[in-house]
């Protein structure tokens, strides 16, 4: 669910409605340009006739109150996390997307000719484009029937494992194998698990090899046994799928107000274990729509000055499969770009379906 519009005037706890629209302008001002604001600035644009003397006494409650920080000893004043985090609740104005939007948000997403990784690399990619932050994606394992899969040599030590799924979908694995195996070890072993197949997904095809194999061990020939091994361990356990980031680069253009450098490089490392997808995953399902997370709240960023804005996107039967979303600063145009995470969300679940 996108959060509620509460207006100009909204009353939040603690805040009366001269509070919050200031702290909405501050917030509004924040996100365009990325500077401190001063009570002259916010004085030409209130609706309300009010001194610059009577602002500053409205912002220097508001910083008591842990919502605005002056960021040095000048008069101007940015939001604090707890600021954002109230604005994004209470006050945002977001609008929907117009058709021509949304036909270009599904056209893109279900171009044809692409496999489903591919699909959901071009969402991720799209939505960084968009939201000028890095657009991440949750990619489910697949789990359709498998049709077919193929081992071949590469050189010695790897091999290339090709997989074929019901849906012609196409997925290519390098794996290692013991250097020295002959051509006939891959052919036998791609034969092996062809004969078994007959509609089982690879996890169920996986269970009944290694069955097979520790049942008549004699029955294979030890170097194929390797090669089998190794190939359906490749998408075997540990929820499988895989986390697709695009747009690295909008999280760098950043770095006057993201840090350091080597702060975004563990970022980066954080997000390619296997650990962070399950919390992604884990995140996008506290409720039925876009998820918000400011700075330190997911759990995921050991810094402040990042945000994360994630949707689930759901299969056929309505199973959360995976995420989408983006991370960038936490000036990110919410209102832009919490509805394009959520309508790009709901395409990728009926392209799912």
């Not at 962070?276 to 330190?296: C, K, P």
């Amino acid at each position: 669910m996108l959060p509620r519009d509460l207006g100009g005037t909204a009353m939040l706890p603690g805040l009366d409605s001269r509070g919050a629209a200031i702290l909405r302008q501050v917030v509004e001002l924040y996100v365009e340009t990325g500077e401190p604001v001063g009570s002259r600035t916010l004085s030409r644009r209130l609706p309300q006739a009010l001194s610059p003397a009577t602002i500053r006494n409205a912002m220097a409650d508001l910083e008591e109150a842990g919502l605005l920080y002056a960021p040095h000893t000048s008069a101007g004043r940015l939001p604090t996390e707890q600021g954002l985090r109230l604005f994004v609740d209470g006050l945002l104005e977001f609008g929907d997307l117009t058709d021509t939007e949304r036909e270009a948000i599904a056209t893109r997403c279900a171009a044809s000719g692409r496999s489903y990784e591919e699909t959901l690399s071009e969402a991720g990619q799209m939505l960084s484009g968009l939201a000028g932050a890095a657009g991440l994606v949750v990619a489910p394992k697949t789990e359709a029937p498998i049709k077919h899969i193929e081992f071949v040599a590469l050189s010695p030590g790897r091999a290339l494992v090709v997989l074929v799924n019901a849906h012609g979908q196409v997925e290519n694995r390098v794996i290692e194998v013991p250097a020295g195996l002959p051509p006939s070890a891959f052919t036998q072993a791609s034969n092996f698990i062809n004969n078994r197949l007959s509609g089982r997904t690879l996890e169920e095809t996986r269970a009944l090899v290694a069955q097979e194999i520790e049942a008549n061990r004699t029955a294979l020939d030890a170097l194929s046994q390797q090669v089998i091994q190794a190939g359906l361990a490749t998408w075997a356990g540990g929820g499988g799928g895989s986390l697709i980031l695009r747009g690295q680069a909008k999280l760098l253009e950043n770095l006057d107000e993201l840090a350091r450098v080597q702060e975004i490089q563990a970022l980066f490392e954080r997000l390619e274990a296997q650990e962070t997808m399950l919390r992604l995953l884990e995140l996008s399902q506290r409720g039925q729509g876009v998820q918000i997370f400011i700075g330190a709240e997911s759990g995921l960023f050991d810094s402040a000055g990042l945000s994360m804005v994630v949707a689930p996107f759901r299969n056929g039967e309505e199973r959360i499969v995976g995420a989408i979303g983006v991370i960038g600063p936490t000036r990110i145009n919410y209102g832009r770009v919490i509805p394009v995470v959520d309508y790009t969300a709901q395409v990728i679940g009926r392209i799912l379906g």
